[in-house]
């Protein structure tokens, strides 16, 4: 979903892998914990960066390059609410 100013506000991340090491009792891992981005990296390495956490969201302002998991995954289930 976006606002007008084109930036997406991405409350929550999780994923559940098929077979995980951490995780809570579920297998669930939360991939944005709503302070900081540590679980994720730019996309294109040395891209511009507009990814910041405030208030508990994502925000991508000004635009710029993707971000992707640290963590790869192969079989899983996503849960994103907006």
């Known amino acids: 979903m976006k606002s007008k100013n084109g930036t997406l506000a991405v409350v929550l991340f999780r994923a559940v892998a098929a077979q995980t090491a951490t995780g809570d009792e579920d297998g669930w891992i939360s991939l944005f914990n709503g302070k900081d981005l540590s679980r994720w990296r730019l ?20 635009r710029s390059t993707d971000i992707l998991t640290e963590k790869q995954f192969t079989d899983f289930h996503l849960h994103v609410e907006f």
């Open 43 to 62: 996309k294109q390495v040395g891209g511009a960066n507009g990814w910041t956490a405030q208030d508990g969201v994502c925000v991508n302002t000004p």
